[in-house]
């Protein structure tokens, strides 16, 4: 007797079908991961130690959910829950922020400002730091144009006048009633201070956490800052400035 024959199961329809390719860019996601980052930025804002709770409230997961993903974070280092139950960023953000400082190149960012500056205002653009009681123009880009402000690279300034200056006294400790309207105009405007001959314009910068970097300015020949030239600049100035604050992490 011969034994019937087995039914062979066919594959499911959408088996057989072509896969079709996706008609723009996938954008590629781990959702784990992005809520695992999501608990570490809840320490963003300053707290050192956060329950529970709170980490729920934050990111809006359930305890449950933060409880699983913490417990893989603090096998990397990246977070620890203490004997008071408190969660506490744990040594490896520090770890990774160090060779991350040790890396960054900031002429890498400010130099192309500096470029778009130039050509877009037509005159020098430079940016400042404080060092102790005087100021270094650490990067500049000079104006191509005949009549123009020079200046070198490595230069030490007064920091008692001059639109960087002004801006890098605002927001480190100055409390002079012009350093209040600096930081709340966010940017100065200087004609003739330290050079009567010479006007420029200062806006600050700032990085992670909003700490402050030094000032990014515009300087030339004062002839050429009148009428409404000097908030065309500042216009362009600022707008430059919040681009590459918000490139160093603000």
Not at 21 to 42: F, K, N, T, Y
Not at 91 to 114: K, S
Not at 200 to 219: C, D, E, K, V
Request: glycine share 10%; charged share 25%.
């Amino acid at each position: 007797m011969t034994a019937p024959a087995t039914k062979r199961r066919g594959r499911p329809p959408s088996a057989n079908r072509v896969a079709q390719e996706p008609s723009g860019p996938v954008e590629q996601r781990v959702e784990a991961v992005e809520r695992a980052l999501s608990i570490l930025e809840a320490f963003s804002n300053g707290g050192t130690g956060l329950t529970l709770a709170e980490l729920a409230a934050s990111t809006g997961f359930y305890p449950s959910t933060i409880l699983r993903l913490a417990a893989s974070l603090e096998r990397f280092g990246y977070l620890y829950r203490g004997t008071d139950n408190l969660f506490r960023l744990g040594p490896t953000p520090l770890r990774l922020g160090l060779l991350y400082r040790d890396a960054f190149n900031l002429a890498d960012h400010i130099r192309p400002v500096l470029l778009r500056l130039v050509e877009q205002s037509g005159e020098t653009a430079a940016f400042y730091v404080r060092d102790g009681n005087k100021r270094v123009c650490l990067y500049r880009e000079h104006s191509n144009r005949s009549i123009r402000h020079h200046i070198d690279e490595g230069s030490v300034l007064p920091l008692d006048r001059g639109a960087s200056a002004r801006v890098l006294m605002a927001y480190t400790g100055g409390t002079d009633p012009i350093m209040a309207d600096v930081r709340t105009r966010g940017w100065y405007l200087s004609l003739g201070e330290r050079d009567p001959e010479v006007a420029a314009i200062a806006a600050p910068i700032f990085g992670r956490g909003r700490s402050f970097i030094g000032a990014l300015g515009i300087i030339g020949p004062r002839s050429r800052f009148s009428g409404d030239t000097p908030d065309k600049i500042a216009a362009l100035l600022t707008e430059e400035a919040k681009s590459l604050s918000r490139a160093l992490g603000a």
